[in-house]
Every structure is written in structure tokens, then in C-alpha cells.
């Protein structure tokens, strides 16, 4: 993937915003004084009139965008993952979760891919959390066609959504000729028969490259892009653990109450398989380039062949 084009999601999410803007006059863009890293500076060029610099208060930003969407705006409220998820988490929950809200929550930063904003900055609990919080959509978008689709969708859909991005690079993997997004539906990206690889966001490039690689070694995977992390697909992981008999998670989170929790849940209940999670194993992460710290925490393609061939081999 050497000579794919790479864009950072959140590149992606800023773009997205303004280009949907004149097509949605109630649309209105909160930020927690980041709009240069989260992006979202590129709406407020485009629309400074419908721009709201918050300042370092994220808390208070859930309840403002609480308010506007009362007044039938649709607020993106914008910060780092580990200060809208973490931070903020009791005024999501209070002032837009439990009275079902329609604001959008857009989480930059995500990850151990922040690099050397070090353990305090690599918000790895964000999809956990995200999860508990009754009807939060969370979406976790794996390149910059998923992640501009993914906001649109966000627009148009009437409730609270999480937006998780990313600060590094991910490889462009779409067509946007063909591609189509639609809320709490999976993509298989390659079929399988042997085992099941289930990837979401940054780490959907290192499965599709696993899956690659392990054909040369003839072992038949079966690669899924879970974008909804909920409502999570459950026919499609259903259907996959009847087909493949195992199955493993990759994503850049802990593997506690992230994707691979959602899919244990689900395979647990209907078709019990042995569901192997990879991810960030229930420890904090440390200052370092991204890609270093990616390979360092193993989540590369090699990593996610080596657990499929130990899998297949019990």
C-alpha cells in the first residue's frame, strides 16, 4: 500500500463540513479551541457566521450544541476524543444522550495513532464509553471517501451520533464512484470461508492486507469493515461466524467494550465461535511516532496473520 494515496481523517470530517453547508443552513460547527487540529477551521473560513469558538470547555460546548438543536440547528461539536468522550461524558450523556438530542459529536485524535501526544492524548476508551450512552450512533469511518460519506449521513440522521477520527494518515481503500454508506450496515471488502477478519477505522487497511496475504499462504479470510460500531451489523457478523467458524477483531482501541466486545456480544448470543480480540490490551499507551506505536502495540497486517494462523491451527 506504499504508493496509496493517504489522507487523515480528520483532513476528511473539516472538508466535509463545509461542503455540506450550503446545502444545510441549520448546520452549525462547535469548537473546544482546535478548529487548526480538528479541522473543523476549514468550515469556519467557509461559514464564520455559523462558527462558535467554545474555548477549552468542552462540557459546557455539549450543552450550547444541546441547545441549538433544540432551536432545530444540527451542531457538530468538536474536540479531541479524549476531551469530547472522556471530558464531557456526563453532559453527552445528560444533555444529549437521555433527552435523544440530534447533535453530532466529532472526535479527532482517536487512538494510539496520536503519536507523541502521549497516553494522556491516545483516547482508547471512546467507543466504550460512547457504547453505554442508550441510542448514540457511533461511527468510525476507515478513509477519507468513508469518513465524508459518514458526516453526510450524520446530517441527515435525527439523533445523537459520535464521529470517531483519526490524526494520521489512512489509506484512501474506496471508490467514490461506487461507494455507498448506510448506517449500521457492514461492508465485506473480501469473502471467506477459513475465518473471519473484522476491522474498523485506521485498521482496515491492515486487514485488507492480511486478508491478501493470507491467501497467498492459501488460507480463504473473509475481511468486513465495520463502520457502525452501533447499531452494530449483527446479521452480517452472524452469517460470518456460521460461515467462517472463528473470528478476529482488529481495532485501535482497547479491546474492552470496543468493537471486538460488540462482536463477542453478538456471536455469544446467536452462534457461538471463538472470537479472538486485537487492540490495545488494557493498557495505556506512551509518546511516539503513530506508525511506531501501531507497529509496537502489534496491530500491523503481520500481527493479524500470525493470530490467524495460531487460530486456525487449534
Given at each position: ?122 483516547c482508547c476508551e471512546d467507543i466504550a464509553l460512547m457504547r453505554t450512552i442508550p441510542g448514540m450512533v457511533i461511527i468510525n469511518p476507515c478513509d477519507d471517501i468513508e469518513a465524508r ?117 453478538v456471536v455469544c448470543a446467536s452462534c457461538p465461535v471463538p472470537v479472538i480480540k486485537m487492540g490495545v490490551q488494557d493498557v495505556f499507551g506512551y509518546s511516539g511516532p503513530g506508525g ?17 494462523e495460531k487460530a486456525l491451527s487449534k
Amino acid at each position: 500500500m506504499a504508493d496509496t494515496v493517504k489522507i487523515a481523517t480528520r483532513e476528511s470530517y473539516g472538508k466535509a463540513l463545509a461542503e455540506l453547508a450550503p446545502q444545510y443552513p441549520n448546520l452549525v460547527v462547535l469548537d473546544a479551541d482546535l478548529a487548526g487540529a480538528t479541522k473543523t477551521a476549514t468550515f469556519q473560513k467557509a461559514c464564520p457566521e455559523r462558527f462558535i469558538d467554545c474555548g477549552i470547555a468542552e462540557g459546557n460546548m455539549m450543552g450550547i450544541a444541546a441547545g441549538l438543536s433544540t432551536c432545530g440547528m444540527i451542531p457538530f461539536a468538536s474536540s479531541f476524543a479524549m476531551f469530547a468522550a472522556g471530558r464531557a461524558f456526563e453532559q453527552i450523556r445528560n444533555s444529549i444522550g437521555y433527552p435523544r438530542n440530534n447533535v453530532k459529536i466529532g472526535a479527532t485524535h482517536a487512538g494510539i495513532s496520536v503519536g507523541e501526544d502521549g497516553a494522556t492524548h491516545q483516547c482508547c476508551e471512546d467507543i466504550a464509553l460512547m457504547r453505554t450512552i442508550p441510542g448514540m450512533v457511533i461511527i468510525n469511518p476507515c478513509d477519507d471517501i468513508e469518513a465524508r460519506a459518514a458526516v453526510k449521513a450524520a446530517v441527515e440522521y435525527v439523533g445523537p451520533v459520535y464521529l470517531r477520527f483519526g490524526r494520521m494518515a489512512a489509506p484512501v481503500l474506496n471508490n467514490p464512484e461506487n461507494y455507498h454508506f448506510e448506517l449500521g450496515k457492514g461492508i465485506t471488502l473480501k469473502d471467506g470461508n477459513d475465518i473471519t477478519i473484522v476491522a474498523t477505522g485506521l485498521m482496515v487497511a491492515e486487514a485488507v492486507e492480511a486478508g491478501q496475504l493470507l491467501e497467498q499462504k492459501g488460507i480463504s479470510a473473509r475481511v468486513i469493515n465495520i463502520h457502525t460500531i452501533k447499531p452494530l451489523d449483527e446479521e452480517l457478523i452472524i452469517n460470518a461466524a456460521k460461515e467462517t467458524g472463528k473470528i478476529i477483531t482488529i481495532e485501535e482501541h482497547s479491546v474492552i467494550g470496543g468493537l471486538g466486545s460488540a462482536v463477542a456480544d453478538v456471536v455469544c448470543a446467536s452462534c457461538p465461535v471463538p472470537v479472538i480480540k486485537m487492540g490495545v490490551q488494557d493498557v495505556f499507551g506512551y509518546s511516539g511516532p503513530g506508525g511506531d506505536l501501531i507497529t509496537k502495540f502489534g496491530l500491523r497486517a503481520a500481527n493479524i496473520v500470525e493470530t490467524a494462523e495460531k487460530a486456525l491451527s487449534k
